[in-house]
């Protein structure tokens, strides 16, 4: 299974290796190779769901023979009491599968719940919510997959796909005019067609970028809202404009009535708590 470029069943399959190596030998060593068993996903906090797909992959990566039936979508709020799916079959392979099931859609769900809870804060304003680059390594395809689930946008995926002139490329080039100048001559001497964001610090930066045109979206960094609302009347809808840096749960609010376009939370993917769930044995 394929999924925008990213191979999921060979993530699965490495993420597998590393649990399993040589063998489940607790499961080897309990369960008889006959036994047949089910199991259900059981939520046990309140959130979005997010990831149960990929974790029922996991089952059919494990055993062809496991058989699991969804019985919540991604993106549904639940509660604890909840099923998101079953699962029947070998009861060995089941236990095997257990942990990295869990491991993705628990983590999924925690980032699909705190952005549905920080989008729900700026509702009404017409600013969205965007995920940033602070990823786990290697997860960054379920974090940014989470996200949209919960309701957020994703901004870039890496270093390759969008050029982002943030603080240090404008401090290594000599400041922003420069920067700005030599990402011009490398998109028109390599025939890339990037889109190209800016980040400024001050209002001198906001300027720079405005006189350069190239960007199509002003990053605003570390601005009060204040500063923010003097700078989005400066753009006048000239550039798309996006806020971050300094943004909580308290204040995401009054960035957004400034009229920024977006706004964009690390958070959302490295400061979360993954939602509880647990896979449970039963009896059909």
Same mark, same amino acid.
């Given at each position: 299974?394929?999924?925008?470029?990213?191979?999921?069943?060979?993530?699965?399959?490495?993420?597998?290796?590393?649990?399993?190596? %040589? +063998? /489940?030998?607790?499961?080897?060593?309990?369960?008889?190779? *006959?036994?047949? !068993?089910? @199991? $259900?996903?059981?939520?046990?906090?309140?959130?979005?769901?997010?990831?149960?797909?990929?974790?029922?992959?996991?089952?059919?990566?494990?055993?062809?023979?496991?058989?699991?039936?969804?019985?919540?979508? %991604? +993106? /549904?709020?639940?509660?604890?009491?909840?099923?998101?799916? *079953?699962?029947? !079959?070998? @009861? $060995?392979?089941?236990?095997?599968?257990e942990r990295l099931a869990l491991n993705?859609?628990?983590?999924?769900?925690?980032?699909?719940?705190?952005?549905n809870h920080l989008a729900s804060l700026?509702?009404?304003?017409?600013?969205?919510?965007?995920?940033?680059?602070?990823?786990?390594?290697?997860?960054?395809?379920?974090?940014?997959?989470?996200?949209?689930?919960g309701g957020g946008c994703n901004h870039?995926?890496?270093?390759?796909?969008?050029?982002?002139?943030?603080?240090?490329?404008?401090?290594?080039?000599?400041?922003?005019?420069?920067?700005?100048?030599?990402?011009?001559?490398?998109?028109?001497?390599?025939?890339?067609?990037?889109?190209?964001?800016?980040?400024?610090?001050?209002?001198?930066?906001?300027?720079?970028?405005?006189?350069?045109?190239?960007?199509?979206?002003?990053?605003?960094?570390?601005?009060?809202?204040?500063?923010?609302?003097?700078?989005?009347?400066?753009?006048?809808?000239?550039?798309?404009?996006?806020?971050?840096?300094?943004?909580?749960?308290?204040?995401?609010?009054?960035?957004?009535?400034?009229?920024?376009?977006?706004?964009?939370?690390?958070?959302?993917?490295?400061?979360?708590?993954?939602?509880?769930?647990?896979?449970?044995?039963?009896?059909?």
């Amino acid at each position: 299974m394929e999924m925008d470029g990213f191979d999921l069943d060979e993530f699965l399959r490495r993420a597998l290796q590393e649990d399993i190596g %040589d +063998g /489940d030998h607790t499961s080897l060593s309990t369960i008889p190779e *006959t036994a047949q !068993g089910a @199991a $259900r996903l059981l939520i046990k906090d309140s959130g979005i769901l997010a990831g149960s797909r990929i974790a029922g992959r996991v089952f059919e990566l494990v055993d062809s023979r496991l058989h699991w039936l969804p019985l919540l979508n %991604d +993106g /549904d709020t639940v509660k604890p009491g909840d099923v998101a799916l *079953t699962v029947t !079959g070998p @009861a $060995r392979s089941i236990t095997t599968a257990e942990r990295l099931a869990l491991n993705i859609v628990q983590r999924m769900s925690g980032i699909a719940s705190r952005t549905n809870h920080l989008a729900s804060l700026i509702a009404g304003t017409g600013c969205r919510l965007l995920d940033t680059r602070k990823t786990t390594p290697g997860f960054r395809f379920f974090e940014k997959l989470a996200v949209k689930t919960g309701g957020g946008c994703n901004h870039r995926f890496g270093l390759y796909d969008m050029i982002l002139v943030k603080d240090n490329h404008v401090d290594y080039a000599g400041g922003m005019e420069p920067a700005l100048r030599m990402v011009g001559e490398y998109l028109e001497r390599t025939g890339r067609k990037l889109r190209v964001e800016a980040e400024a610090r001050n209002m001198e930066e906001v300027e720079a970028i405005l006189k350069n045109g190239l960007p199509f979206r002003i990053l605003l960094d570390n601005f009060t809202p204040d500063r923010m609302c003097e700078a989005v009347r400066r753009i006048n809808g000239s550039m798309e404009t996006e806020a971050s840096g300094g943004i909580t749960e308290e204040n995401i609010r009054a960035y957004a009535e400034t009229g920024v376009d977006f706004i964009s939370v690390g958070a959302l993917t490295h400061h979360i708590r993954s939602l509880d769930m647990s896979l449970k044995a039963f009896t059909e």
